[in-house]
């Protein structure tokens, strides 16, 4: 009686959960040295949320955003990521896990001996995707970002934020059910962020779920969503429509 | 596995080569050089064996008898010495015989003053070995043997023979020995500077989701490549180099023609061709296996 008890109350818990695609329970991150980056964090996202993470340098964002995608393990707590426990995911399941997330960095991180095509068709390649369907996907994508003409151009001929529409191309070319974004217009003048971080909306806006990391202040208070304050490793607010938290 | 995956993985195999060029150019000149010498020592304890066995298939023991000894005897030793296991044929020249295969060939027309034969006391048998290592041990039975007066044998050259392919051997051994643990390390190294070359793209590729086997695979590919190319060079400059040698041996050495018999280039690359490329492809398989499961933790 006792058990099967306890076995619903699990169950239940699951099915409650069933919308919710990452799950932080109690959180803690310490590197070998220093402060622990994040303490105690708990945070839940739903399906299709878009999210901005805002907060001072060193306040642990990153170390979330490297958490989310299985690149650090917590030294305590639980991370659940669409259904994947990230605590105890096998070493070998990883990368069919991360299939499932776009990522983009400040640094773009492209290829910089391929050119733009090749940099969007290597996430379908890593996949195995067909050279076909490649042939047919990445125009296409490119097309979505805004860079149809420049497929043949190497990055360093592109603008910074012709380089990032690229790294947003190869996060979303395997339609990602998450797109995590670290700082994705640290680089990038004001009018390059603004259409960065439409793209981003227009992308949340056709169902991908969306978590980004950003200092721009600007732009959290124009565009009126979810915002989680960090600060030195514990989230100090979280509000829907939310705006950038001015500190002093 | 998909086709196009395979050829993508191929494909990024031969750019990493092309990408860190010296180390790879470092690499295949080991490798050849490497499985040059196996090639050249393989020819060269081949041909010896090869001639070491005609000699040895031309060598005989032969044995002259007691004066005045019986026919029946004769007979009778005969015999004894073919039951051995070691003797592979026996050949009975008798005395007349002797002297008439002496006159031709030494004497010619001269020969018509002798009216009876001189070499009355040489009638013999020549005994061919089948292994000629036995010989001393068939030397000393017949020496003992009642009616046998003198054994007369060729034991310096086989020794020498059988001692001279062994040291070969012993030695190309040696050398390859330590040649393919240098091929295997610059292998190593090779692929090691390639993955460090490649970091950012690895990381990449992983934050994308590539499996292990997608990350590691070009760079076990580029180690074969270089094994393959590393040994199909010499392999050629062999082939070459074998007819030529051969063709010169024989111009400037044509007394030796008789005696050395050297083996056709098809019958030792044959072996040497598919010996040569496992060797070769297997090196730069093991050489960039270990490295990539030390050096890149995916
Ligand atoms: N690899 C690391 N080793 C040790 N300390 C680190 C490492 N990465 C980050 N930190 C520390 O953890 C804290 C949080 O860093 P981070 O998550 O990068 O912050 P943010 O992205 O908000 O600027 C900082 O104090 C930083 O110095
Ligand atoms: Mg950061």
Redesign the interface.
Known sequence: MVRSDAKSRRRKKHISGGDEIITLNNVSKAYATGAPALNGVSLHIKKGEFVFIVGDSGSGKSTMIKLLLRELVPTSGDINVMGYDLTRIRHRKIPKFRRNLGIVFQDFRLLKDRNVYENVAFAQRIIQVSNKEIKRNVPSILAIVGLAGKYKAKPRQLSGGEQQRVAIARALINQPSILLADEPTGNLDPKNSWEIMKLLEQINENGTTVLVVTHNREIVNAMQKRVVTMKKGVIVSDEEKGGYIDED | ??I??FF?TIKQGIINIFRNKWFSLASIATIGACLFLFGLFYAIVMNFQSIVKNAEEGMSVTVFFDNGISQERIQEIGAMIEKRTEVSKIVYKSADEAWAEFKEEYLGEYSDGFTENPLENSASYEIYLSDVSMQPALVSYLEETEGIRLVNRSEVMASTLTGVNALVAYISVGIIAILFAVSIFLISNTVTIGISVRK??I??????????F?VRAPFVIEGMMIGLVGALIPIGILYVLYEKVIEYIMLRFSILTKLLSFLPVEVIFNTLLPASVIMGVGMGFLGSVTTVRKHLKV
Not at chain 2, 203 to 212: F, L, P, R, S, V
């Open positions: 596995m998909r196009s995956t993508y950012e793209e990381n990449i590729m992983k934050y994308i989701g590539a499996t292990d997608f």
